[in-house]
């Protein structure tokens, strides 16, 4: 199959079009990855902003 290209910008944006196809999947999973990270260390800073000693215990109960 031969694909007529009309212009070097042309080229370009299809050779980063097959080049680069990978890429943007992996950028996904990587930003998916940073929001399931900040997610935990939001927890464990909700977990870690308790308060703690006698006073709190009574609290608690």
Not at 42 to 55: K, M, N, Q, S, T
Request: hydrophobic share 45%; net charge positive; proline share 3%.
């Amino acid at each position: 199959m031969q694909v007529g290209i009309r212009s070097v910008g042309t080229a370009l944006r299809l050779a980063e079009s097959v080049l680069l196809a990978g890429g943007q999947r992996q950028a996904r999973r990587n930003a998916w990855a940073a929001v399931c990270e900040n997610r935990r260390y939001a927890a464990a800073r909700e977990r870690d902003a308790l308060p703690v000693g006698p006073a709190a215990e009574a609290a608690r109960r």
